[in-house]
């Protein structure tokens, strides 16, 4: 059965620090891959997403992902965190081009210290 | 800039009384999904509609939920009767239905059964 699993349910970093966020995932077939952030008060939004091509890709907001087969893995970074990217954060897949479920995984709450 | 709304956005009421909730997705996208969140539980797919019709329900209690699509312009989730435990903030998200999973997500009606 297909699954996400995100290391750490809360993680806290100095303001300018590296943010990781991590992301696993299992399928037996291709994934589509996503983080979507999620403010105080707010649905969630998306930051990016992995469909097809190019492993590393670009979202909003200076947040970056790659998507590691041999890993199955799908990392969430920024390389200097600030105070507004305190939120929560989901890492998400869905499959095939007929298919538009996705399945979230547990979040990530992201804390940044001044 | 085109969003997905939903009403009310807060809903106190008693244990016993009926619920409804309302969302209009994005004009154009043919996808509507349900979603709960809890502390406890996260987020929790409860039904999905493409083109109006109930494509999975299977994460709803069938005994006291019901969700519909009236028209493409609507979407309702309805609760009778409400107990305390479906105290949570529901979600209304909606998509082109590409099959890319991409999906525009409401601000959320956070609903507390006394």
């Not at chain 1, 105080?40 to 670009?58: D, I």
């Not at chain 2, 043919?30 to 996260?42: D, E, H, L, P």
């Not at chain 2, 979600?91 to 991409?102: D, L, N």
């Amino acid at each position: 059965a297909q699954s996400v699993t995100q290391l750490g349910s809360h993680v806290s970093v100095s303001e300018g620090a590296l943010v990781l966020l991590r992301c696993n995932y299992s399928s037996s077939v291709p994934p589509y891959l996503f983080w979507y952030v999620q403010y105080p008060n707010q649905g969630l939004q998306l930051l990016l997403k992995y469909t097809t091509g190019a492993t590393l890709v670009k979202g909003i907001n200076g947040f970056e992902a790659e998507f590691k087969k041999s890993e199955t893995s799908f990392h969430l970074t920024k390389p200097s965190a600030h105070m507004s990217d305190a939120a929560e954060y989901f890492c998400a897949v869905s499959w095939g081009t007929s298919y538009d479920k996705v399945i979230f995984g547990p979040g990530t709450s992201l804390s940044v210290i001044p | 800039d085109a969003r997905v709304t939903q009403t009310p956005r807060h809903k106190v009421t008693e244990m016993g009384q009926e619920v409804t909730m309302r969302c209009q997705p994005i004009l154009g996208h043919n996808t509507v999904f349900w979603y709960r969140q809890t502390m406890m539980q996260g987020l929790e797919l409860l039904a999905y509609f493409r083109n109006r019709a109930p494509l999975d329900d299977s994460g709803m209690p069938k005994d006291r939920f019901s969700a519909e699509m009236p028209d493409a312009t609507l979407a309702t989730l309805k609760i009778q009767p409400s107990e305390p435990r479906d105290s949570a903030v529901y979600f209304c998200a909606s998509g082109r239905g590409t099959g890319a999973g991409e999906q525009y997500f409401g601000p959320g009606t956070r609903l507390t059964v006394t």
